[in-house]
């Protein structure tokens, strides 16, 4: 392969892994309230989506995720330094904004 070949192949390689790593982002529909993912890049991320079902205009949403992370044994455990929800400095369960876990039993 000449130079100019070896160059176009990795560009097109790059940008290849660049479309599989896009971000997934959440969307609800204000007319018909259906909630999707759609991967976009991050440049589109607060562009309203199309909804798949009714084709209005979605509007993007905080996701939410849960981790869970287990000792040698399988158990489940905290990370060092997160808060009672996982993440550092959190407080509470997901949506919770309290310090003490024993308000709500979790």
């Known amino acids: 392969m000449d130079a100019y070949t070896t160059l176009t192949h990795n560009l097109q390689t790059i940008k290849l892994n660049v479309e599989k790593t896009m971000p997934i982002y959440e969307y609800v529909c204000n007319k018909c309230k259906n909630k999707f993912e759609l991967m976009r890049p991050i440049t589109m991320s607060g562009e309203p989506a199309d909804c798949p079902t009714c084709k209005a205009k ?6 939410r995720f849960m981790c869970i992370t287990t000792n040698a044994v399988g158990d489940p455990e905290r990370l060092p330094g997160a808060g009672p929800s996982g993440g550092p400095g959190a407080t509470g369960c997901a949506g919770c904004m309290s310090t003490n876990c024993d308000s709500c039993g979790s």
């Open 58 to 63: 979605a509007i993007r949403v905080m996701s």
